[in-house]
């Protein structure tokens, strides 16, 4: 199956004389099983909305179409919505948006409870996985193909020297975990590093804060990672006073707060 699959995508980058565009992390997904297994970690099925980002020459949106979901994909590549045109015709199901989209206003794209399920070009993953996270959007689960050491990042636990903002943002708005990688040679180019699929499932933040003060207070802690506490958010403009007397040990790394102590620093900095 794999090898047909390889077969079909060298004809259709053939026929519409396309290449794999670098600058765009462009790599095409050649092994069905993947694809299939993509779609089940999705868990998506008839009637549900699914937002796909980067449709590709249509691989992945083929088998999300086939289980009777409603798919939006968003495509910036110019040359493939003729592409997807043919590889998707006859599929009553499919919408295709043509743009950035970090640029598209996705509260009012899908309105409606929707899924995302995407193979992110490795160049914008944390932007584009900030963006459906921190928009308040009614995005319930997000299933997404990142190099495998974005995904360790993003399922990080406190104390690991790989627990950062990323882990912090992700793990304080949904439950993200690995559900399986991908090697190089599954793509068309292959990659030079290995990929892995990560299932968030989407819910309300951990706990209650000034999500936008929160963000700041995470993002300079770790701003230098050897720096304290103490001297991270000072040198980031926050009171020092206020930083000693919040009850969590200045001389703390970042690294070592949890999602809590994290929520509750940022309360009593900002007065709350």
């Known amino acids: 199956m794999g090898n047909e699959l390889l077969t079909w995508t060298r004809h259709i980058l053939k026929k519409f004389k396309l290449r794999a565009v670098k600058g765009l992390g462009q790599n095409f997904l050649i092994d069905a099983g993947a694809v299939r297994r993509i779609v089940e ?3 998506v099925g008839s ?3 699914v937002l796909e980002i980067g449709a590709g020459i249509g691989t992945l949106t083929q088998e999300l179409l086939e289980t009777g979901a409603k798919v939006t994909a968003v495509e910036v590549d110019k040359k ?3 592409v997807l045109k043919e590889t ?3 599929y009553g199901n499919f919408r295709l948006i043509e743009g950035d989209v970090l640029k598209i206003n996705l509260a009012e794209l899908m309105p409606r409870k929707f899924k995302v399920v995407a193979n992110l070009p490795y160049y ?3 932007q584009i996985l900030l963006t459906l996270l921190e928009k308040n959007l009614p995005v319930t689960k997000i299933v997404t193909m990142v190099q495998r050491e974005v995904a360790e990042r993003m399922t990080a636990a406190p104390g690991s020297k790989i ?8 793990q304080f708005r949904s439950e993200p975990r690995v ?3 991908v090697p190089p040679e599954n793509f068309l180019p292959p990659p030079e590093v290995t990929s892995a699929v990560v299932v968030c499932d989407v819910r309300k933040p951990s706990f209650e804060v000034d999500e936008e003060f929160f963000t700041r ?14 001297n991270s958010l000072t040198g980031a403009g926050f009171d020092k006073e206020k930083i000693l007397a919040s009850g969590i040990d200045s001389k703390r790394r970042a690294e070592t707060l949890s999602l809590e102590e994290f929520a509750r620093l940022s309360n009593f900095l900002q007065g709350r």
């Open 47 to 49: 009637g549900d909305e």
């Open 124 to 126: 914008i993953t944390t």
């Open 80 to 82: 493939l919505p003729a």
């Open 163 to 170: 627990y950062g903002a990323l882990s912090v943002a992700v």
């Open 217 to 230: 207070v995470v993002r300079a802690a770790f701003a230098q990672r050897r720096k304290t506490l103490l």
């Open 179 to 181: 559900a399986f990688e």
């Open 41 to 43: 970690a999705a868990e």
């Open 88 to 90: 998707l015709a006859g």
